[in-house]
């Protein structure tokens, strides 16, 4: 019988055990800055990975959730707080865990075996059990036939399925994912997740647990077992919730549709404010992260929200599916939307107030102004920008300027982010200008005129 396909009692014994497998305690990481200060990414976290369960860590972008992912697997020390697998210390990459991740990471200079034999290689597994098992796990994960072609001959969604081989071939206990649907188109997805799902369920695959990070709320729901939501900064476990859906489950249940839209309003409601709130989370300081929404979005939303039809009130995740978002995409639209009082987010809906109502209803010059003003009142790194601009003589600064100040609180790709919204956004609302060659920004008044 084939090594991979355990035998059923065994496995149902152990899944039904729920015994720790995997275990964080009290962990914490933080990075340095380019500037030497302590980027605080991860908080107190508590989490334990039991036998027969899968796990979805649930956050939004930047809310450290691969951060965590590789704490746990042990591509990352922990600041402090620790990590342990079957009761022994996680120092580094250890058997008995295997990742898949996003992008799928083959080698395009080899062929599907042997890209699935590579983790055996390196675990030194001989050469003709090397070939049995990699030609077993191609077979389970369905891509028999594909045994010689190479990574660029494959679709997406062959592509991750390599990825699953390479990952299942090492017989592991648990599977950490990171994403692994989020390349792929929906229908392919959705494909890979229900295969996934039923080769757990009629335990064809070794693990005796799966832990899958996503930003992807119905992805949660419709996998885990338990859901972990992060917060973020810096990350800590907002809520865990039990998923006792009856599988397959059904996104049109009733109970279903409850369950995500109680996660929506945990996503989507603040928490309270800590005594003293880290930079990022803090609406008066300059490295507020600003929601990185596109101001095209925003005002659609803001237009559909002033419809006769939704009376300027909507349900999330109906939104989500009628403008076609994802939730990391929606999340930044109904941030900003609530940051600049357009809007209030309340259990689970997006409710217009009067200043989103008038910016839907004004002409591109009236929301030009609307948004200005709203900007100076909510947004500091936009008000700090001009006044630093209205302090020079020729009222010109380079963006690097900022940059060195937005790197006292947060990574240089992180200050890149911040820095470009709050330019795209004080550019559209003409409070400043900004030369993209240069890199220089200036004061609207003092750009030669066209
Ligand atoms: N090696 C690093 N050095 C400095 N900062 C880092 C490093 N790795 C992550 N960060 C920062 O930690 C924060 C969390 O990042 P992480 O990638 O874990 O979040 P995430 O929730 O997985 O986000 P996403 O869903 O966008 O991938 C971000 O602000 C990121 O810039």
Redesign the pocket.
């Known amino acids: 019988m084939k090594t991979l396909i355990k035998e059923l009692t065994k496995q149902n014994t152990a899944r039904n055990a729920g015994a720790p497998l995997l275990k964080a305690s009290n962990l914490t990481k933080s990075?340095?800055?380019p500037e030497g200060h302590d980027?605080h990414?991860l908080e107190n976290i508590n989490l334990t990975l039991h036998e027969g369960e899968i796990v979805a860590l649930l956050?939004?972008?930047?809310?450290?959730?691969?951060?965590?992912?590789?704490s746990l697997i042990g591509l990352i020390t922990p600041t402090t707080g620790s990590v342990t697998y079957r009761n022994r210390p996680v120092v580094g990459p250890m058997p008995g865990m295997a990742m898949v991740f996003q992008t799928f990471a083959l080698f395009p200079w080899l062929t599907v075996q042997q890209n699935v034999e590579l983790g055996l290689e390196t675990m030194g597994v001989p050469a003709a059990e090397r070939a049995r098992r990699a030609l077993e796990a191609i077979d389970i994960i369905g891509l028999d036939g594909f045994e010689s072609a190479y990574p660029k001959e494959l679709s997406g969604g062959m592509r991750q399925r390599v990825g699953f081989a390479r990952a299942l071939v090492t017989n592991p206990d648990i599977l950490f994912m990171d994403?692994p649907f989020s390349a792929l188109d929906v229908l392919t997805a959705e494909r890979l997740r229900s295969e996934l799902l039923e080769l757990w369920q009629k335990q064809r695959i070794s693990m005796r647990s799966l832990l899958i990070?996503t930003?992807n709320i119905e992805e949660a729901v419709i996998m885990a077992d338990r859901i972990v939501v992060?917060s973020?900064n810096p990350?800590r476990i907002r809520a865990e919730i039990p998923v006792t859906l009856p599988r397959p489950r059904n996104r049109e249940q009733p109970e279903f549709r409850e369950l995500v839209e109680h996660i929506y309003t945990i996503m989507t409601t603040p928490e309270k404010p800590t005594a003293t709130p880290l930079a990022g989370a803090d609406r008066t300081s300059i490295a507020y992260r600003l929601p990185g929404a596109s101001i095209e979005q925003l005002g659609s939303l803001l237009e559909l929200l002033a419809k006769e039809t939704h009376k300027g009130r909507a349900d999330l995740p109906y939104l989500a599916s009628s403008m076609q978002l994802e939730v990391?995409d929606l999340f930044p639209l109904t941030d900003a939307a609530e940051l600049l009082g357009f809007a209030r987010v309340e259990e689970g809906d997006i409710i217009l107030l009067p200043t989103g109502q008038t910016f839907a209803r004004g002409d591109t010059e009236e929301q030009k102004q609307i948004f200005a003003s709203q900007l100076i009142a909510h947004v500091p790194l936009v008000t700090h920008i001009q006044s630093v601009l209205h302090t020079r003589p020729d009222h010109r600064a380079p963006e690097e300027r900022f940059l060195r100040e937005l790197e006292d609180f947060?990574?240089s790709?992180?200050a890149e982010t911040l820095l470009s919204t709050a330019i795209d956004w004080g550019r559209y609302a003409e409070l400043f200008a900004y030369d993209y060659n240069a890199g220089v920004l200036s004061l609207e008044s003092e750009q030669p005129q066209a």
């Open positions: 990075f340095k800055t980027l990414v956050g939004r972008s930047g809310s450290g959730k691969s951060t965590l992912l590789r994403e990070v930003h992060l973020a990350g990391d947060m990574s790709e992180d």
